[in-house]
T-cell receptor, first 111, second 112 residues
Framework: DADVTQTPRNRITKTGKRIMLECSQT?????MYWYRQDPGLGLRLIYYSFDVKDINKGEISDGYSVSRQAQAKFSLSLESAIPNQTALYFC??????????FGQGTRLTVV | GEDVEQSLFLSVREGDSSVINCTYTDSSSTYLYWYKQEPGAGLQLLTYIFSNMDMKQDQRLTVLLNKKDKHLSLRIADTQTGDSAIYFC????????????FGQGTTLQVKP
């Protein structure tokens, strides 16, 4: 089984819909992150969490919210999806600064 | 703010060496990283270098860090077709929180 599992892998949704992307990890790490990847822009940090009670905004948090349901679970929500949120979304986990473990990504299309 | 820059594309012949370059702006970063992304997959750490090092070698990979010029490079010796992927340079934040600032990614194409 993968260390970091993201569901769904692909999703097409309509403008204005609420959508949740889920992430779970089996590494036992406290730190979890959500990134967004756009072609030619690399990955940008949306939100990060150091434990269940510690959630922080990243570089591009507007239009997104998160929930840390347990040490192993970190969900990303788009309250009202818009087309420029079409992107590849990655969840990651780490126990410090040396290595982050990434999920396989969720490809989200907003039409 | 912090920024990381990479060229977008590199093409090499199988067996040649590949050199991917990166510049960064935050001189307080403790760690600098190279991640690899294969098609349809997430990112996987290739290597990282601590900011007080100039060079790190790991099998076919050599990382060079020039702190004065804020320049990081990744050299892949004897490049194989299986090395075709997107390579991301990233810098960690000064607080060592694990947050990463990524470059745009360099697509490495290896021709047989």
């Amino acid at each position: 089984d993968a260390d970091v599992t993201q569901t769904p892998r692909n999703r097409i949704t309509k403008t204005g819909k609420r959508i949740m992307l889920e992430c779970s990890q089996t590494k036992g790490h406290d730190r979890m992150y959500w990134y967004r990847q756009d072609p030619g822009l690399g990955l940008r940090l949306i939100y990060y969490s150091f434990d269940v009670k510690d959630i922080n905004k990243g570089e591009i948090s507007d239009g997104y919210s998160v929930s840390r349901q347990a040490q192993a679970k970190f969900s990303l929500s788009l309250e009202s999806a818009i087309p420029n949120q079409t992107a590849l979304y990655f969840c990651a986990t780490s126990d410090g600064p040396t290595e982050a473990f990434f999920g396989q990504g969720t490809r989200l299309t907003v039409v | 703010g912090e920024d990381v820059e990479q060229s977008l594309f590199l093409s090499v012949r199988e067996g040649d060496s590949s050199v991917i370059n990166c510049t960064y702006t935050d001189s307080s970063s403790t760690y600098l990283y190279w991640y690899k992304q294969e098609p349809g997959a997430g990112l996987q750490l290739l290597t990282y270098i601590f900011s007080n090092m100039d060079m790190k070698q790991d099998q076919r990979l050599t990382v060079l860090l020039n702190k004065k010029d804020k320049h990081l490079s990744l050299r892949i010796a004897d490049t194989q077709t299986g090395d075709s992927a997107i390579y991301f340079c990233a810098q960690g934040d000064s607080g060592n929180t694990g947050k990463l600032i990524f470059g745009q990614g360099t697509t490495l194409q290896v021709k047989p």
